[in-house]
């Protein structure tokens, strides 16, 4: 509703004060803005984002009105522009889109249209940032609510098939990566119980025990185990922790504090019946269930008593536009707008801009997402434009426009974030509308603003067909390289038992295998892009290996340091688990070589004992005169 009332709002004093042209303009502002608005963020993040916006919606318009004088460099002028707006986030497309009408308004090159459009997107940034002081932690709250609700998720799926805990455990991955950009927008630096930090930190120990208690689950079933009311202590723990993030209340605790305890007690009244591999079994799943519970009981009591922030003004950085990552989908976009301006240059009708503006929009960075997108768009303007060209054939008038304006605006940003085929819907129009505020909107205008959409829209989908379609394959190497790197250094973390530095590790290593899926998605979307079956399984296993290293973490946190397995040493491994060979015998360690032509010594086989004393006359190794012990052997060369 802020947004349709910041575009419609405009209008009509425009109206009533019998000048619809600045209307329109300041109206048009308002829209550009919120279009490149980032709802749902942060209020200070949205800050930011908003007041660099607004100078360069402005710049846009001016630079669009000052190349009108001479179209041909116009041309290459506005796809230029088209082109940095695609390659740098920190421009984006409202300042594009900006230059677009600029060009086609036909307007004298002053300051004054500009400062008008900036007047719209200062009016949308009021209404937007008007709730601020009271609703200053409302976007963190919901974050941290919404990543809490992905834990209870999982919690709940830990008998699910795997393919259904496959999501549940991606959607809680992205809930808690979310939450964690959210707590950095806020640049809280406190240590206190009730900062932020501490919550998302007590929620990513519940994710980490959730996959571990799902694997330890299931080592249970399949080693004949009883659960002893396992699922319903989780299913108690869950609940509670859902009903702390939704209704931020501690009542449902005790209550499953005590169906853990049960659960305990239960264990350990199997003992001296159970066989010991089973009495480990449910004694790793008894202390996961306790540090969930405690996790759990955290939550909530942070939850009830609520976060706390301290008010700080947004810091306002400028980072260095770069090129990393290509320049092909920006070159794409330039070319594709200047060809776009080029066909209708000697036109030069305010209609051709329909054209332009559905190149810009519908141009995306791989064949088959332009595809959709053209398709989504043409529909989306066929809808819409016959709906409001009836509209405002059965009441005609400026005061119906206000109100179809109104109408259209906050249902398209409203359901923006819902599907892309509801935002075209009521989205094109509305600019449509905005832009000739002062032409009535009969059928022939809407027939041929569809046209020339249909015609933008092929356009689209033939530079993205034609122009530099393939360029993912060359970045998958790199990506493979880098998950086995990132597996290898969690793996590495995991074997030197720094628990505290796994977490980071773990998270590096989705990080890298979730880029390696995107971009074999992108590789299937170019023109006859095919991602390898190889690949698509070593992302699976690597995940597998994430949830295995996790499971081992939790198993090692209660072990005293050199056990290497949580039961007698006399007892067999179980069925499905499998350890490192090691030596039978004691092996000496070798000494380092003392240049660099020797050969490193290589070590004996696991079934030979490397019991053989030094020969006679053996240099000695280096130190042994002052009684120091040989340095050690790096790493990598062993």
């Known amino acids: 509703m802020l947004c349709g009332t910041a575009v419609a709002l405009p209008l009509g004093v425009g109206a009533l004060a019998g000048a619809p042209h600045v209307g329109a303009i300041v109206a048009l502002g308002a829209y550009y803005t919120a279009f490149g608005d980032t709802y749902g963020q942060p209020y200070g993040e949205r800050a930011k984002t908003l007041f660099r916006a607004v100078p360069l919606v402005m710049l846009g318009f001016w630079v669009g009105a000052v190349l009108a004088l001479s179209p041909w460099v116009a041309v290459a002028g506005i796809g230029l522009v088209a082109a940095m ?15 677009i009408s600029g060009f086609y308004a036909g307007l004298p090159p002053g300051l004054g249209p500009a400062l008008q459009m900036g007047l719209g997107g200062v009016l949308f940034c009021a209404l937007a940032l008007a709730l601020w002081p009271l609703r200053r932690l409302h976007p963190l709250k919901r974050a941290l609510s919404e990543a809490a609700a992905a834990m209870a998720d999982m919690l709940d799926g830990l008998a699910v098939p795997e393919e259904e805990w496959t999501e549940l455990r991606e959607e809680g991955s992205r809930a808690l990566e979310a939450a964690t950009t959210a707590i950095a927008a806020f640049n809280s630096s406190e240590e206190s119980d009730r900062s932020p930090d501490r919550y998302a930190d007590t929620l990513a120990r519940i994710f980490h025990e959730s996959v571990a208690l799902r694997s330890l689950r299931a080592q249970t079933i399949e080693a004949g185990v009883e659960q002893q009311g396992l699922d319903e202590a989780v299913g108690k723990l869950s609940r509670a922790l859902r009903e702390s993030a939704e209704q931020e209340s501690v009542v449902a605790v005790p209550g499953a504090l005590a169906a853990v305890a049960d659960f305990a007690e239960r264990v350990a009244a199997l003992r001296g019946q159970a066989s010991p591999v089973q009495m480990a079994l449910l004694g790793q799943v008894r202390r996961c269930m306790d540090r969930i519970a405690v996790a759990v009981r955290s939550v909530a009591l942070r939850s009830s008593e609520g976060v706390r922030v301290p008010a700080r003004l947004p810091q306002l950085t400028w980072r260095t536009p770069s090129f990393e990552g290509g320049i092909a989908h920006a070159a794409r976009v330039g070319v594709a707008v200047a060809v776009s301006m080029a066909l209708l240059v000697n036109v030069h009708d305010h209609f051709g801009r329909w054209m332009v503006f559905t190149v810009l929009i519908g141009l995306r ?113 790199d990506l493979v390289v880098d998950l086995l790197r990132e597996h290898a250094r969690m793996v590495r973390t995991l074997v030197d038992r720094d628990l505290d530095r796994l977490p980071d590790r773990t998270e590096a290593a989705g990080q890298a295998a979730e880029k390696l899926s995107e971009s074999l998605d992108t590789l299937e979307k170019e023109p006859g892009g095919q991602a390898p079956e190889e690949l698509r399984q070593a992302v699976t296993d690597a995940r597998r290996l994430r949830d295995d290293t996790i499971l081992l973490a939790a198993v090692m946190r209660g072990l005293p340091r050199g056990r290497t397995r949580p039961w007698p040493s006399s007892t067999p491994w179980p069925t499905g688990w499998r350890r490192w060979p090691r030596p039978s015998g004691r092996t000496r360690r070798r000494r380092r070589p003392t240049s660099s032509t020797q050969a490193l010594p290589t070590w004996p086989a696991a079934s030979t004992r490397s019991s053989r004393r030094p020969k006679a006359g053996r240099r000695p190794r280096s130190g042994a005169s002052c009684g120091t012990r040989s340095p050690r052997i790096p790493r990598c060369a062993r």
């Open 85 to 99: 707006g695609a390659q740098w986030k920190v421009i984006g497309t409202p300042p594009v889109l900006a230059a």
């Open 365 to 477: 960075p791989t064949y088959g997402d332009t595809f959709d997108r053209v398709v989504l768009r043409v529909a989306g303007t066929i809808v819409g434009s016959t709906a409001a060209a009836f509209l405002l054939a059965a009441v005609p008038g400026q005061g119906t426009l206000v109100a179809v304006v109104w109408i259209f605006a906050t249902l398209g940003f409203a359901l923006r974030e819902v599907s892309y085929a509801y935002w075209s819907t009521f989205a094109t129009p509305l600019a449509l509308m905005l832009m000739d505020f002062s032409i009535q909107l009969n059928w022939n205008a809407a027939g041929a603003r569809v046209a020339l959409t249909v015609a933008g829209g092929v356009l689209a989908v033939l530079a993205a067909r034609l122009l530099w379609p393939r360029g993912e394959a060359g970045k998958v190497c």
